[in-house]
């Protein structure tokens, strides 16, 4: 069964970077579109960023600028690379398929940002 387990978050200022990386069991990232999603408190879960296997991208006009997300394909890893952080930045970062259908979710990566 393939297992995705993101990492690489933390806390951060507002204005600060991180970079969070997503490494699966398998081979799925060589394959299929793969995207990052975050959860808020209280919040429904909402899509970030997707790549394609061609490497083209989409992102969500809040992140437009500010998130990069690439993939490393021999290493079976997806980054997403955060800048200019925002406190409503703040969620659960997860990695999985873009778009559904998904396959079993990893742990997330916590993201804090302070004003």
């Known amino acids: 069964q393939v297992r995705l387990v993101e990492s690489g978050g933390g806390l951060v200022q507002a204005g600060g970077s991180l970079r969070l990386s997503c490494a699966d069991s398998?081979?799925?990232?060589?394959?299929?579109?793969m995207g990052w999603y975050r959860q808020a408190p209280g919040k429904a879960r909402e899509s970030v960023a997707g790549i394609y296997p061609g490497g083209s991208t989409n992102y969500a006009d809040s992140v437009k600028g500010r998130f990069t997300i690439s993939r490393d394909n021999p290493n079976h890893t997806v980054y997403l690379q955060m800048n200019s952080l925002k406190p409503e930045d703040t969620a659960v970062y997860y990695c999985?398929?873009?778009?559904?259908?998904?396959?079993?979710w990893g742990q997330g990566t916590q993201v804090t940002v302070s004003s």
């Open positions: 999985n398929t873009f778009p559904p259908p998904f396959i079993s």
């Open positions: 398998g081979s799925i990232v060589n394959f299929f579109a």
